[in-house]
């Protein structure tokens, strides 16, 4: 049983401790309390106002029941209470730390109204639990500067008032719906967005183009509309990963993705792409084949964490699956060591060796030589020329061809006449009946 403490430094972390959290001593003060991976149980003590906690951590332990109410003079620096079984909503927390995660518990209900309160806080972990509600717009009012509420159940609109140096910010696998917000586009040092495994729809909001310093965008299973901008440019000179997958994204590819130096995941799959894929993308020195053997085994591609972790080790990959895209593959450089066919699976009208269907021309066009005015004016007046004999020749054998057979096909040519003596009395009578009726009306309406 873990019982009052009266020391300066404590670290007792995996220890198998176990029992309950007795209440703390009014007095105490620790400048670090590790407790964490452990086995401890029961309900978390009430935190007086003089408790001088630096940095507890609690962390994975088994430990149950709300949170406790939080005063604003308790002075703590960083709070470590993830992986526990903590349930109940999130109380007014007024407490005054600049780290604290609650994240990997049972926490349900809304977020507090006045979450923007905390305003020393600049990092909140409150994801992997059971929030629902909306994202309440007083969260834009923090100094943040990693926010993560993935894997909740958050839903209506994302606020539109982002502002300060946020840097993380992670929102997906929740149930937020309406467009991307253009405010984040105010946030310039912003490095990692997470948006995947919501409803929101819309076109990319062009403010996103000023989010120059993002390494991670990840704006998957949603149902984001329009074409992929074209600037994404070399002005992205960190973006390690783009992922777009399973949106309703159209049009062709930009050229402008291929800029992407030091791009190594990109996913487009599973949307309606068209068009050819572009050359230059075989040119992207970072990608490389993400399922090639190496020192780890055979990689499987399944979470984001993975991908993330395998890209700074230097594996990369590909996804152009499930579009409408045509062509040839292209066979450039670094594109041919992406030999796993399934990147480009659901695409009927591709065709390359990887795929093992060959395109109308064997052979990879080469670059056309750029031919001289001289020589194009030349050729133009030789296919004038030969299409105007065609013609003249078409007309002349299709003429003699016709009465050539009146000539010597006696039935026929009578035939013939017959119906154009038959064609022009009908055409006679209807010209006469016609202008009889006008004469007529003419007549009823001078009377």
């Known amino acids: 049983m873990v019982s009052q403490l009266d020391i300066f430094p404590t670290r007792l972390s995996y220890n198998q401790m176990t029992g309950h959290l007795l209440e703390w001593s009014t007095n105490l003060m620790f400048s670090a309390l590790d407790l ?172 996103l183009e000023y989010c120059t310093s993002l390494v991670i965008l990840d704006l998957g299973e949603n149902n984001l509309s329009g074409s992929i901008p074209t600037w994404f440019d070399e002005s992205f000179r960190s973006l390690l990963i783009l992922r777009l997958r399973e949106n309703k994204f159209v049009g062709n590819i930009p050229p402008q993705l291929c800029s992407l130096s030091k791009l190594k995941i990109l996913d487009m799959a599973v949307n309606n792409l068209t068009g050819m894929i572009p050359r230059c993308l075989g040119n992207m020195s970072s990608m490389i084949n993400l399922n090639q053997s190496n020192s780890y085994g055979s990689v499987v591609i399944t979470p984001i964490q993975d991908i993330i972790s395998l890209s700074f080790r230097g594996y990369a990959h590909l996804n152009l699956s499930q579009n409408d895209l045509m062509g040839q593959i292209p066979k450039e450089n670094q594109i041919q060591t992406l030999d796993d066919p399934s990147i480009y699976a659901g695409n009927p009208l591709l065709c390359g060796d990887l795929l093992r269907k060959k395109c109308l021309s064997a052979e990879t066009p080469q670059s056309q030589k750029i031919p001289h005015p001289k020589d194009t004016h030349e050729e133009d007046k030789f296919d004038r020329t030969l299409f105007y004999a065609i013609v003249m020749l078409g007309f002349a054998i299709g003429f003699w061809g016709f009465f050539s057979v009146l000539q010597f096909k006696k039935e026929w040519r009578q035939a013939y006449f017959s119906f154009a003596d038959q064609a022009a009395h009908k055409a006679f009578v209807a010209i006469v009946v016609k202008v009889a009726k006008l004469k007529r009306m003419r007549l009823s309406r001078s009377t």
């Not at 939080?70 to 927390?93: D, E, F, R, Y």
């Not at 994240?103 to 929030?131: A, C, E, K, R």
């Open 36 to 207: 964490s991976y452990n086995h401890i149980t029961g309900p978390l003590p009430k935190w007086s106002a003089n408790l001088m906690f630096s940095r507890p951590d609690l962390s994975y332990n088994h430990i149950t029941g709300p949170l406790p109410e939080w005063s604003a003079n308790l002075t703590i620096s960083k709070v470590g209470l993830s992986h526990n079984q903590i349930t109940g909503p999130l109380p007014h927390m007024f407490i005054n730390c600049s780290y604290l995660d609650l994240s990997h518990n049972l926490i349900s209900g809304s977020l507090p109204t006045d979450i923007g309160i905390m305003y020393q806080v600049d990092t909140l972990f409150l994801n992997d639990n059971l929030i629902s509600g909306t994202l309440p717009s007083s969260l834009c009012d923090m100094e943040l500067f990693d926010l993560n509420l993935a894997n909740n159940s958050l839903s209506g609109i994302i606020p539109d008032y982002w502002k300060g140096s946020l840097s993380f910010l992670t929102l997906s696998f929740n149930k937020l719906s309406g467009v991307i917000p253009s405010s984040l586009g105010s946030l310039p040092y912003l490095t990692t967005l997470h948006l995947n495994g919501n409803h929101l729809n819309g076109e990319l909001p062009q403010a």
